[in-house]
C-alpha cells in the first residue's frame, strides 16, 4: 500500500497548475466574468492539446492512457482556478465525439437534474435537450438551462466533479490563510484570534478528508467511494467557500473578491450529480449490504 | 496512489487471521467494566498471548503497513482492546524506545511486551490540563533521587499500574516549556496516594494521584534533565496518530449494528434517519481512506530510534506521526460522538436504559473532544503549525 501521489502524478499536477497559471491566470478570470456565458475556444483547444480531455483515452486512440487518479488531480487543478466550460462532459465524450478528444469540439450534457451548462455554446449536447429554459445562472461562469427530461449521470463524471470541488476547498482554505496572515486588526494579525484560527483549521481537515475519499474513489472506482468522495468533497467545497468569505470580513462580501464565485461554482456542482440525498440513501443502503 | 498491500503483508494478514480464529473462542469471559483487577489480568493476559505467538511488538518493530492490518484484523474479529496496556504499549513503551538509554530499554520494554507490567500515565495536573507545559508537580534533586510532590489527575489505570510516566518541574525558574523532565514512578513508592475518580459514564476509569515526597531514582529520567517536554511531544505524537486506528474499524462495524436494528425496529422507515447514517457510512469510510493516507505518508518517514542504530524493539518505527494526526483526531472525535447520537436516535427512549448496548458508548464518547488534547487545541496546532497562522488568542 503505497496511498500517496507517484512522482510521475505530481509532475502531472504540478504541470496542470502550471498551464492554468499561465493560461487562466486572476486577469482571465476577471475577464471571463466580465463576458459570461462565452467560452474561451482558443485555451479550450489549448486545454485538447495538452491532453485534458483525451487523458484517459488509450494511446491508440490517439489519447494519453492515463487513468482515474491522474484525471482527478488535474479536475483538481481546475477546480482550484475556477476554469469554466463543460470540461467534465466534454472530458467524458472523448473518443466518442469528434473533436472532443482535441477541444476543437464543445460537449455539454443533460445532467442529473436535468441542468445543462454551457447549452448556448456547446456543439454537441448529449442528452434530450428539447424545451430547454435558460435560467439566470447565479454563477455568472456557468451558463444554465432546465430540460424536463433528466439522464442518468455517469460515475466517472461524479468523481471529477468531486475532485473540481476538492480544488475549490483547497483553494479558499489557501485563501483565507494567506488573508488572515497579512490583515491586522486589534493590532495583530486576524489569523492570531482563535475565533479565525478555528475557521481555517476546520476548512483544512474538511479539505483534507475529501482528498482522501476523492483519491482513495479514483483508485478504487467503487460506488460507495465515488458516493463517499462527492458528498465530502461538496461538503468541503461549500462550507470552505462561506468560512472564506467569513474570514473575508466585508471584503468577502464583495463582487470583486473571487470567494463568491467559489461559492456559486460549488453550489452549481453539488446539482450536477443529482440530489445529494441520493448519494445519502446509497450509502445507507450499503450498511445492508455486507459486513465491513 | 495504491491502495494494495504487498504479498508480504498479506501474507501476515492471513497468518494473523488464522490464528485470531483459533486463539479467540479460547478466551476466559470478559470482566465487568468496574473491575479493574480483573481487567488488568484479561488484558495482560491477551498480550502475553500476543507475545508468545510473536505480535507483541507490532506497534512498535512493524512497518506502519503492517501495524494498519494488525489493528484492523484484531478488531474485525473482535479481539480484546490493548486496555490497561495502552499507555505501556502505545505512550511510554515508545517514548523509551525513542528517548531511552540501553539499560532503560532493557528494564522497561521487555515486561511490557510480554504484559507484565502496566504503565499509567502522569501527565495532566488540576490546573494544567490542555496547557500542559503549566504543570506545577515539583521534583528536587537529592543524592541520587528526585523527591516529587504535587499531584497528577484524569490518570487511566492508576489503581493497577506498575509504572507512572511522570512529568514533574526540574527548573522551576526556567521558562515554563523548559524546566520539564520526563520520569519513570514506580507506583509501589511511599507517598504516593490513588483515588479513583467517578466519570459522568458513572464508572471508575481515571484517578487522582496524590505525591507527597516521592523518592523517584534520578536513574529513571529518560532522556535530560529539563528536556521532558521534547520527549514528551515524541509520546504525544504517537497518541494522536495511530492509536485510533482500530476505533475506526469498530465504529464501522457499530455503523452496520445500527442500520440492521433500525431496519429491525422500524426506525428505518425515517428517511431523515437513514440519510443520516448514510452520511456517518460515508464519513467512516473517508475517515479510513485517511488512516490509509496518514499511514502511507509514514512509511515513508524514517524510524526514529532506528535510525540511531537502536536495533530491535530498540526503535519506534517508520513514522513517528505529524501534526496530521490533529487533523484526524479532530474530524474522528466529533464523528464518533455523532455517531452514537444517531444511534440514540435509533433506540428511541431506550436510550435512556444504561443496560442498552451503545448508552454507554454514547456517554464514554464525550470524553473524545477533550482527552488527549482538547478539539480546541488540535485546532490550535492545525493552524499555527500546518496552515502557519501567528501564535495568539
Redesign the interface.
Known sequence: ??????ED?RALRDGVRELLARRFGRAALRAAVEEPGRLDRALWRELGAAGFFALRLPEARGGVGLGL?EAVLAFEEAGRTLLPGPLVATHLAAGEVPGAATGEAVVADVGACGLVEWLAEADVVRGDAAGAVPLRSVDPLTPLHQVPVARGVDPVAVLLTAAEQLGSAARA?ELA?QH??GREQFG??I????A???L???M??RT??????V??A???ADA??I???R??ADEAAVRGARDCLQVHGGMGFTWEFEVHLHLKRAWVRTHRAGDA?E??????????AQ?? | MDLAHTPEEEEFRTRLREWLGQVLPTLPPKPSPDDWPGRRAYDLGWQRRLYDAGYADVHWDASPAVRLIFLEETEKAGAPYVGAGFVGLLHAGPTIAAEGTAEQRARWLPPILRGEEVWCQGFSEPDAGSDLAALRTRARRDGDDYVVSGSKIWTSHAEVADWCELLVRTDPEAPKHRGISWLAMPMDAPGITVRPLKTLAGSAEFAEVFLDEVRVPVANRVGDENDGWRVTMVTLSFERGTAFVGEVVACRRVLRELAGEAHKNGRWDDPVLRRRLGRLNAEFRALWRLTQWNVSEAMGVPPVGRSRGRGRTGGVPGGVPGVGGSVFKLRYSHARQELYDAAADVLGPQALDLDRPWVLDRLSSLSYTIAAGTSQIQRNIVAERILGLPKGR
Open positions: 500500500m503505497r496511498f500517496q501521489l507517484t502524478q487518479p482554505c490563510v488572515a496572515r495583530q494579525p489569523g492570531g484570534f482563535q479565525v484560527k478555528h481555517c483549521a476546520e483544512l481537515v483534507e478528508t475529501a482528498r482522501a475519499a483519491y482513495a479514483a483508485v478504487t460507495a467511494d458516493d463517499t468522495a458528498l465530502l440525498t448519494s445519502e440513501e446509497r450509502m445507507a443502503a450499503e450498511l445492508l459486513p465491513i
